[in-house]
């Protein structure tokens, strides 16, 4: 599989592992300038390790998917998660899953989770997930701002997205920076999520505070774990590599037996 048809479009979909008639599938849901390539090995490792199957895919606008519409809606991440997340699964053939979400992803996973039937999950894993928008996430997308105008944050994107750098990253940046994005929420999604979750953050996150795991933490309506890892900023699988692998693998190991 290279490719899955969606929303009257084609999106980028990388399979490892067994089919979904054989065993779950871990659904891998990739940051605000990521794609299905950016994930590295990390999700066939992991999908290995707990006998699991895996699709990895890149949404409308990133990698070799379809380009998007420009501008995003400022609620992208809601629509990612009730509308366009629920065609990937139904299109995959998917019957059980669990759903690994990083930051954009996560906060598209836990949409999913509380906002729709999701009949197939059995739990979901977020890294760095936002539930609100804060000022120190701003500041930092303000400076991704100057780095792609002006250092090499521009070149390093292409090698991933190709014809698609530009609206990959406009389409994230000029959503986050609209001065209305500051009223964004998904926190009312929280409590109609039923299935265990835990939540992963690195404590010098550069995009969010430790406030966005306590708000899953408090109003989501399962069983919450979370991780909060020192020495780790916005990227937990890249920056505490291992520490991640085995918390994750240990939780996605518990949640579908």
Known sequence: ???????????????????????????????????????????????????????????????????????????????????????????????????VGHSDGGSIALAYAGGTPAASIKGVVTEAAHVFCEELSVRSIREARENYLHANLRDKLSKYHGANTECAFWGWNRAWLDPDFMNWSIAEYLPGIRVPLLAIQGKEDQYGTPAQVEAIQCRAGGPVEVLMLDNCRHSPHLDREEAVFEAMGEFILRVVR
């Open 1 to 99: 599989m290279d490719h899955l048809t969606v929303n009257h479009g084609r999106i980028e979909a990388r399979w490892h592992g067994p089919p979904p008639g054989e065993a779950p599938t871990l659904v891998f849901l990739h940051e605000g300038l990521g794609c299905a390539a950016m994930w590295r090995d990390f999700p066939e490792r992991l999908g290995k390790a707990v006998s699991c199957g895996v699709l990895v895919y890149s949404r409308f606008g990133y990698g070799s998917s379809d380009p998007c519409e420009l501008p995003r809606p400022l609620d992208y991440m809601q629509q990612e998660g009730l509308f366009i997340l629920p065609e990937v699964i139904k299109s995959a053939g998917i019957r059980e899953c669990v759903l």
